[in-house]
């Protein structure tokens, strides 16, 4: 074989050897944008950075967050150079500052599914109409997941912090589904206008929408979706969305879109040991 032939024969199996390692070591994100559909996976564990220039990717966090009042608003905060911190392991019924009305299923149910999502994010809009509707009706309505909805705006978003408030106002009256699928279904439309009021509108009655706004003014919402971020924060989310499973006293994160064939067969693992 001449030296010519050795190199090229050379050169391209260190091409094969660096295309496995990189499907071995995508994030979550990259990994379903080369179909590479992987499980979560349990704390600790560093999530990989995503992308700079992802839209639905969070400032970098410090191991010390700020208070949530000014890191919610601004979405900035310092990067911390001190390992990622894990989450302590969590019971469904053990959760922090679990709004009721943001909360779906038993208590007592065996798994715990924490999303922080983002209205206005695209990516929340596809995991919500695709995956997580199909385990509200499938897993969450028959008391095996309790599911809880964190708000997480990201800061270049410009709508989506007025969004989670008409939400949780709505929320508040009993019609969270109602204004949850208006807002992802019509998220093209109220992102361009900034109509958000004017989309949930179209889907409550005169009445109702009277309260939303009453609630909305008030003031009241905004330290409630400033716990989520922070909470967020805490398990070192840095892109919408991110799932948050808890079972078994494990946690197990999980950045971007999961399918729905995939969530049902790791829900299942997680069941199966109850």
């Not at 992308?51 to 967050?65: E, I, K, M």
């Not at 894990?86 to 065996?110: N, R």
């Amino acid at each position: 074989m001449s030296r010519r032939a050795i190199l090229a024969t050379v050169a391209v199996l260190a091409l094969i050897a660096l295309g496995l390692q990189m499907g071995r070591g995508l994030s979550p994100a990259l990994a379903e944008r080369f179909n590479v559909d992987r499980a979560p996976q349990p704390l600790p564990s560093a999530q990989p950075t995503p992308p700079a220039n992802d839209r639905n990717v969070a400032p970098p966090v410090s191991s010390s967050p700020a208070a949530p009042e000014k890191t919610a608003e601004s979405g900035t905060a310092e990067s911390g150079s001190d390992a990622p911190r894990s989450a302590p392991p969590q019971t469904p019924t053990g959760l922090p500052d679990v709004d009721p009305h943001k909360a779906f299923g038993s208590k007592s149910a065996p798994v715990a599914m924490e999303v922080f999502s983002d209205f206005q994010c695209p990516a929340c809009k596809t995991l919500y109409i695709t995956t997580n509707r199909k385990i509200m009706d499938d897993y969450v309505s028959t008391g095996k997941v309790y599911l809880i909805h964190r708000d997480f705006p990201l800061a270049m978003h410009a709508h989506s912090r007025v969004a989670a408030r008409y939400a949780r106002a709505a929320a508040q009256l009993g019609k969270n589904e109602l204004v949850e699928q208006a807002l992802f279904q019509n998220q093209e439309k109220w992102e361009q206008t900034g109509d958000v009021d004017g989309t949930v509108a179209a889907v409550l009655s005169p009445a109702e929408m009277a309260k939303v706004r009453a609630l909305v003014k008030g003031g009241t919402l905004d330290a409630a979706i400033d716990k989520d971020f922070a909470l967020g924060q805490l398990y070192r989310v840095n892109q919408t969305p991110t799932t948050v499973f808890h079972s078994g006293g494990q946690t197990y994160p999980y950045a971007g879109v999961m399918s729905y064939d995939t969530l049902k067969s790791f829900l299942n693992q997680l069941l199966s040991g109850h």
